[in-house]
């Protein structure tokens, strides 16, 4: 730390992303990115003309993007936010929504970005304990009258309430935004993007990073009410206006225009994932009923810490938190079926070991 930085900032621990090796010497289920390549309209999209076109600045409002996300979801363009990630759609509703008279409450088991942003903007935040077998008590959030973000489904559990649970949390919070954060939904949870309609506080969040195997575009779908968007976007205008590249949106349209391929990509996926849970168990490993593209397991005989380091000398990278009630977990990123199998067989030498 310099002598020039703010006092603000003195305690503010910054969010730790997964391991990004760049010799990609490892199997990488670490953080939680498809194995499969985006589709091949990106590809096509990535031409020398778009290249060409590098030297203008993107559009602003992303328009086009917006009008097809729209279609695709069945709501308007004005009910459309773009944004460079998630997380960044995350910072604009935690600045906008987030304050002293409002403080944000999320479980104390989820993404470890939501405490992050709370401290970076100054914003209090209650963590509402998750039960011990990690579902989240959906009736300590009735009418807390507090920000609330939920992941859902949560990460790193994989677990998720139902859309009634989060109408129930609508309705008895009618003066507060409630964000629900859906990165991991379209690997068999139902969305809750068609009740912008009929709730005013609600914000639904969508990332292209895994679903969309666009994690390194750095894009994402935020949807609300028009008035919640246009919040979002004031702010989005006062930090960065092109906060989305020409690469992004260009990505952005030639994926959203090929929903066919993902529909099959996530299949692919959720067959995975649930071979890959059999055979866990098969092993003795304890988990959670994940539906998103990742596992959260426990072996009773052996610490999160050491199957994270001894999957590590085989070169296979997980995710491990070392944090209270779960350093005993992995979250282990659903790869192909090959990169599974590598992982079943290494984690039987380990446990026979
Ligand atoms: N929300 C959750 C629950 C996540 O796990 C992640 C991925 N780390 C994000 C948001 C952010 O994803 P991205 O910024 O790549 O859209």
Avoid at 4 to 10: A, M, N, T, Y
Avoid at 174 to 186: L, R, S, T
Avoid at 212 to 229: D, H, K, N, W
Avoid at 297 to 313: D, I, Q, R, T
């Amino acid at each position: 730390m310099s002598r020039f930085l703010s006092p603000r900032f003195e305690r503010l621990e910054a969010y730790v992303p997964g391991e990004q090796p760049q010799e990609m010497q490892y199997i990488k289920l670490n953080t939680n990115e498809s194995p499969y390549p985006p589709s091949p309209r990106v590809f096509e999209t990535m031409s020398r003309d778009e290249i060409e076109r590098l030297r203008l600045y993107p559009d602003p409002a992303g328009k086009r993007l917006r009008e097809n996300v729209a279609k695709l979801y069945e709501v308007s363009p004005k009910n459309v936010f773009l944004a460079n990630g998630s997380d960044e759609a995350l910072a604009f509703a935690f600045l906008a929504f987030c304050d002293e008279e409002h403080p944000a409450a999320f479980p104390d088991i989820t993404y470890g970005f939501y405490p992050v942003y709370c401290c970076l903007f100054g914003a209090p935040y209650i963590a509402i304990p998750l039960r011990d077998d990690f579902s989240i008590n959906c009736e300590e959030y009735y009418g807390i009258n507090k920000t609330i973000v939920i992941a859902n489904p949560n990460a790193p559990t994989g677990r998720m309430i139902s859309r009634d649970d989060i109408e129930r949390i609508l309705q008895t919070n009618p003066n507060n935004v409630v964000i629900i954060d859906e990165a991991y939904i379209d690997f068999g949870g139902t969305s809750v993007v068609s009740l912008i309609d009929h709730y005013d506080n609600l914000l639904v969040v969508h990332t292209c990073s895994k679903s969309r195997s666009l994690a390194g575009a750095r894009l994402s779908f935020t949807f609300g009410c028009e008035a919640l968007i246009a919040d979002i976007d004031r702010i989005r205008y006062s930090f960065n206006s092109y906060n989305v590249t020409r690469m992004a949106l260009a990505a952005g349209e030639a994926a959203v225009d090929d929903e066919a391929y993902y529909i099959d990509m996530r299949a692919k996926i959720v067959k995975t994932r649930d071979r890959t849970a059999a055979a866990l168990q098969d092993l003795g490993f304890v988990m959670t009923d994940s539906k998103a593209n990742f596992l959260f397991a426990k072996h009773p005989a052996v610490s999160g810490s050491e199957l994270y380091g001894k999957l590590k000398a085989k070169g296979i990278l997980v995710r491990h938190f070392d944090k209270p009630r779960i350093s005993d977990y992995l979250r282990i990123t659903i790869g192909t079926d090959t990169q599974m199998d590598t992982l079943v067989e290494a984690l039987k030498t380990i446990l026979a070991g």
